[in-house]
């Protein structure tokens, strides 16, 4: 058998990347994310693509990888994020001679270890008090700063990412792999100069079995209710629109995957998880190492979350469209009076996606959504389950959504416009919460190289709080990131 690097250069020469990878993907070897993934990328990049992708999963060796990336023919890799259709910097193919002098990493039980992650460093500046600094999500009520004027300017790395992936031995005819991932965007050090003495944050740890059909996943990884993201360099650590119409959250679960084919071109997948039944509601200033029970866990039962999803090839693009819902159980305790009372909590949403590749040159992606106790997934945030004994003690009902324009002039210059909003229901809200937030975002990428992008971007954030027109605040971010990916 021929080594699958020669496949790869003869399918740029034939510019059949996309068909080597679904050939690939009906045989377990890349998933339907990294089928996505690849089809977000430019045609004319997507070997390099796939090359960098089979190195990571262990079946290249970096010495086939450099066969393949060395062709002066190929041009860089144009990566996007695995959780979304929309284009991120990841883990770009290294340099030809990096990698071919490279020794290859591997674990304690000899299975190939790929390191990756993203160096960004963030220069932003706002106009407005908000929840964070950074990235922030919400305006704070006007008038909650003591000073006159609110504006501010900073800069951090702590959305920086650094992750692994392993591609293990084959197990009942199933492709074993895992991963995990953090960033640094967990907290401060309690020092006077620990302002950028940033705290490891876990995002991903999880392992997996995919057969041809059929894939089993267990660990943290992203919920499969309202899986897509805005693309956002500025956004990294804490997803654009988060609080404003972008339901998400990375949880512990177990997760199985159903994948069918209707046709050559058309695919069914369903995905159904039991999750960590948490609702949002855990909220503390101090370092605990102590997990105590909350809403969610007092229900006594996991979370439930399924997506069934339809993806239709069209011209070498994959047209998606998603439904997805979401259950959770909970229990709500407190006292009215001197009574002890248990108000029970049903947390529930249900969500469409889509994202349209109308072109190489634009595509529209997009989540819409409603339900109810939906904190932990930044729907309502902070205030979706109301104390015992107020209208929203059974949790908070709100609906939303986000939208988004995606603009590639050629393989190095992009541009994102987006919109989102979060609308809690009023009436389920104490007086001067906050029950509208939108966002608006403009953002332009430029990839120096395959591995240096540049991004420029813009947001507005306008927050109302109900019954307090006086609070209501208007915010905005410039923010000028460098991201460099390995």
């Not at 993203?118 to 305006?139: G, K, R, Y």
């Not at 009520?141 to 591609?167: C, E, I, N």
């Not at 020092?191 to 660990?219: H, K, Q, Y």
């Not at 324009?405 to 992009?414: C, D, L, R």
């Amino acid at each position: 058998m021929l080594p699958l690097f020669v496949f790869l250069a003869a399918a740029f020469a034939q510019d059949s990347a996309g068909e080597l990878a679904r050939i690939l993907r009906d045989k377990g070897v890349i998933t339907n994310s990294d089928l996505a993934r690849l089809k977000s990328t430019p045609s004319e990049e997507r070997v390099r693509f796939l090359a960098s992708l089979l190195e990571a999963k262990g079946v290249l060796s970096a010495t086939e990888v450099a066969s393949v990336t060395k062709n002066p023919a190929l041009p860089a890799v144009y990566t996007a994020r695995a959780a979304s259709a929309t284009v991120q910097p990841q883990a770009p193919a290294k340099a030809p001679e990096t990698v071919s002098a490279a020794p290859a990493v591997t674990s304690q039980n000899k299975v190939p270890v790929t390191v990756y992650g993203t160096i960004l460093l963030n220069a932003f500046f706002d106009t407005s008090l908000n929840n964070i600094e950074d990235v922030p999500l919400v305006a704070s009520k006007k008038g909650s700063d003591p000073f006159p004027d609110d504006k501010s300017f900073a800069m951090t790395a702590r959305q920086s990412r650094l992750g692994l992936r392993f591609q293990g031995p084959e197990v009942m005819g199933a492709k074993t792999s895992g991963q995990v991932e953090v960033d640094f965007f967990g907290g401060k050090a309690a020092l006077g100069n620990g302002i950028n003495m940033d705290l490891p944050r876990l995002r991903l740890a999880l392992g997996r079995l995919d057969w041809t059909n059929f894939s089993l996943v267990a660990g943290q990884d992203w919920s499969v209710f309202a899986p897509l993201n805005p693309t956002s360099l500025a956004s990294y650590a804490i997803p654009a629109m988060s609080a404003s119409g972008n339901p998400w959250i990375r949880t512990p679960q177990i997760r199985g995957e159903i994948r069918h084919g209707l046709s050559d071109a058309a695919k069914l997948e369903w995905q159904i998880a039991a999750t960590d039944p948490d609702v949002g509601d855990y909220q503390t200033a101090q370092f605990l190492t102590a997990r105590t029970p909350g809403i969610g866990e007092r229900g006594r039962m996991p979370g439930l979350d399924s997506r069934l999803g339809f993806t239709n090839t069209v011209n070498d693009r994959d047209f998606a469209v998603g439904v997805s819902g979401h259950y959770g159980r909970g229990k709500a305790v407190g006292t009215i009076g001197s009574l002890n009372v248990v108000r029970p909590v049903d947390s529930w949403g249900v969500a469409v996606d889509w994202s349209l590749p109308f072109s190489k040159y634009f595509a529209l992606t997009g989540e819409a959504y409603e339900g109810r106790a939906l904190g932990i997934f930044s729907v309502a945030l902070s205030e979706s389950v109301g104390a015992v004994g107020t209208p929203g003690e059974h949790g908070v009902f709100s609906r939303g959504g986000w939208a988004q324009a995606q603009v590639n002039f050629n393989p190095k210059w992009q541009v994102n416009l987006a919109y989102g909003i979060d609308q809690p229901r009023a009436s389920e809200l104490p007086v001067g919460s906050r029950d509208r937030n939108q966002t608006y975002m403009a953002n332009l990428m430029y990839k120096l190289n395959s591995s240096v992008t540049f991004a420029w971007e813009y947001r507005r954030f306008l927050t109302d709080y109900r019954n307090q027109l006086a609070a209501n605040n208007r915010g905005d971010q410039a923010n000028l990131a460098v991201a460099y990916g390995f």
